[in-house]
């Protein structure tokens, strides 16, 4: 599977999607460091935060995903920034799509 995506993120006119999962710690997340031999300037790859909501509030994961989710990261900013995907829990699932887009809301307007 690795060899794979080498082989796809090689390719000068590729876009690299660079995943990370907030809710496990910045240092265990490899990716950018395996795409920077690809795109060292990271002008080609698009960072996605996932899973906000699972970091614990106030705390310092928090803050290093908030400013990551910010490009302000210097160590980890892209020049296509960085984008955050909130999903549905499982118990969310069968939600009206209002209430959905409610605590959507609600959950970036007080995590910035």
Same mark, same amino acid.
């Given at each position: 599977?690795?060899?794979? @995506?080498?082989?796809? !993120?090689? =390719? *000068?006119?590729? !876009? !690299? &999607?660079? #995943?990370?999962? @907030? /809710?496990?710690?910045?240092?265990? =997340?490899?990716?950018?460091?395996?795409?920077? *031999?690809? +795109?060292?300037?990271?002008?080609?790859?698009?960072? !996605? &935060?996932?899973?906000?909501? &699972? #970091?614990? #509030? /106030?705390?310092? *994961?928090?803050?290093?995903?908030? =400013? %990551?989710?910010?490009?302000?990261?210097?160590?980890?900013? %892209?020049? %296509?920034?960085?984008?955050?995907?909130?999903?549905?829990? =499982? @118990?969310?699932?069968?939600?009206? /799509?209002?209430?959905? +887009?409610?605590?959507?809301?609600?959950?970036?307007?007080?995590? @910035?």
């Amino acid at each position: 599977m690795e060899r794979l @995506a080498e082989q796809y !993120i090689s =390719q *000068k006119c590729s !876009i !690299i &999607l660079a #995943v990370m999962c @907030a /809710n496990n710690d910045m240092t265990n =997340q490899d990716m950018l460091d395996r795409v920077a *031999k690809h +795109d060292p300037t990271r002008e080609r790859t698009l960072g !996605i &935060l996932n899973k906000p909501n &699972l #970091v614990e #509030v /106030n705390s310092d *994961k928090e803050s290093a995903y908030v =400013q %990551l989710a910010k490009n302000e990261n210097t160590t980890k900013k %892209l020049k %296509l920034g960085w984008h955050v995907l909130l999903n549905r829990s =499982q @118990a969310e699932s069968n939600s009206p /799509n209002e209430e959905r +887009d409610r605590k959507k809301t609600s959950f970036f307007r007080h995590s @910035a």
